[in-house]
């Protein structure tokens, strides 16, 4: 298995940009082959001091391996979800791949 979890900021002067985001994901993303496990949702508030809650969005893909993981990263609709919806409305981005 391939674990591709993607944190976001979204831009603060856009207050629909969360919204826009999780939209575009599910429009996008959702039906590219090869993802096994596909979760977007808002960040949870935690009181737990160790849990980091300075992002708006996060995104859990499982993929079977590597590779396929790799072909999501090219496939033209990952390309169109960063160039149409995430440039637009988020500020920064951060990754975390494991296996």
């Known amino acids: 298995m391939f674990s591709h979890v993607v944190i976001f900021w979204t831009d603060p002067k856009n207050p629909k940009a969360a919204d826009e985001l999780i939209e575009g994901a599910n429009r996008y993303l959702k039906g590219i082959p090869g993802i096994l496990h ?11 001091p160790v849990v980091d809650q300075t992002y708006q969005v996060a995104l859990n893909l499982v993929f079977p391996d590597k590779k396929t993981q790799d072909d999501y990263q090219m496939h033209p609709s990952h390309v169109d979800f960063v160039e ?3 440039k637009r409305v988020c500020t920064k981005v951060v990754v975390y791949d494991f296996e």
């Open 38 to 48: 596909y979760h977007i949702g808002r960040m949870a508030t935690s009181h737990r």
């Open 84 to 86: 149409k919806v995430f």
